[in-house]
């Protein structure tokens, strides 16, 4: 297969996993199955951004009949093969131009994935120092940290040294099943790691403000990963109390979680309520299956394309 044949694969991947995630955008089926529709969440955007740096390198070798990343061995040949007059100027200038390309897309996604963690870690070393300061325990909350802030938050600090923090307000406004509700909620959150989740969904919508694909997978993952923790907090208690305390937060006007950490009032609340309220019935196995062999293709198609 020619460098040419591989770059017009790889570009039909591109596309098509962007295609997906609008589709997947507007779906209602995620929420039947949060865990399967994060799962192919991320296949779509680890395959589209795959997929678009193996097209504008295989662009930059359409003579070569090995993979896309062999190829770039290729690229002495090919400067030489410009230098020597054995191929057109002009053809040499485009094909070092879409490796160039390439290669410059594959650095940007990596350095807005690396900038927003280092973002991160920093705004929750940050609050840790500012907890050290004003936070304190409470026998109403064991394993939490309490803060004298009069307006109702409830939020968690994911990493080494996870933390729960909820305000004073917080303790006033919810009964005691609806706070056990809460900390189950953000216990999820630490036990499953969705900061990591939503952390590539987070570093894209940085990099590209003005796309609303990468808005709109931004909302649905972070959406999805809060109906998770609700799913996983539904296990130690009846759903009244989880909705009875989200219903309140939003009434309450909750403060928003600070950069970094991950809220149990945030996400869609009236999306969430209605879920728990009108529970739906999840994907059955060979549906969670399909999806899980649809992301696992994804995911396997351009790596294939980009190796072999």
């Given at each position: 297969m020619t460098g040419l044949e591989d770059a017009a694969l790889l570009a039909v991947v591109a596309i098509g996993s962007?295609?997906?995630?609008?589709?997947l955008v507007r779906a209602s089926w995620p929420r039947r199955s949060p865990a399967a529709a994060i799962l192919l969440w991320q296949a779509l955007g680890l395959?589209?951004?795959?997929?678009?740096?193996?097209?504008?390198i295989g662009l930059a070798m359409p003579a070569s009949d090995a993979g896309v990343v062999r190829s770039l061995l290729g690229v002495g040949t090919l400067i030489r093969a410009g230098a020597e007059g054995a191929a057109p100027t002009m053809v040499v200038a485009v094909r070092l131009a879409c490796l160039?390309?390439?290669?410059?897309?594959?650095?940007?996604?990596?350095?807005v994935l690396v900038a927003a963690s280092f973002a991160a870690?920093?705004?929750?070393?940050?609050?840790?120092?500012?907890?050290?300061?004003l936070a304190h325990g409470?026998?109403?909350?064991?394993g939490a940290?309490?803060?004298?802030y009069p307006t109702a938050a409830a939020y968690c600090l994911p990493g080494l040294r996870s933390q729960i923090v909820v305000s004073v307000g917080t303790l006033e406004l919810l009964g005691r099943?609806?706070?056990?509700?809460?900390?189950?909620?953000?216990?999820?959150?630490?036990?499953e790691r969705h900061d990591l989740v939503l952390l590539p969904f987070t570093a894209l919508r940085r990099a590209f403000p003005r796309s609303a694909t990468c808005t709109g997978a931004h909302r649905a993952v972070a959406l999805l990963v809060e109906m998770l923790a609700d799913d996983r907090?539904?296990?130690?208690?009846?759903a009244r109390e989880l909705v009875s305390a989200l219903v309140r937060f939003g009434t309450a006007g909750a403060c928003p979680a600070p950069a970094g950490a991950l809220a149990a009032g945030e996400g869609e609340v009236a999306a969430r309520v209605t879920r728990l309220l009108q529970p739906v019935r999840p994907l059955p196995g060979p549906a969670v299956l399909a999806v899980c062999l649809a992301a696992a293709f994804l995911v396997a198609a351009p790596v294939t394309l980009l190796v072999i």
């Open positions: 962007a295609c997906g995630a609008s589709a395959a589209s951004g795959l997929a678009a740096v193996g097209t504008l160039t390309a390439g290669l410059a897309l594959f650095a940007s996604l990596c350095w870690l920093q705004a929750r070393r940050r609050q840790r120092a500012l907890l050290r300061l409470d026998p109403k909350v064991p940290l309490v803060v004298d099943g609806e706070l056990a509700a809460v900390l189950a909620h953000e216990r999820a959150h630490l036990r907090a539904l296990r130690g208690g009846p």
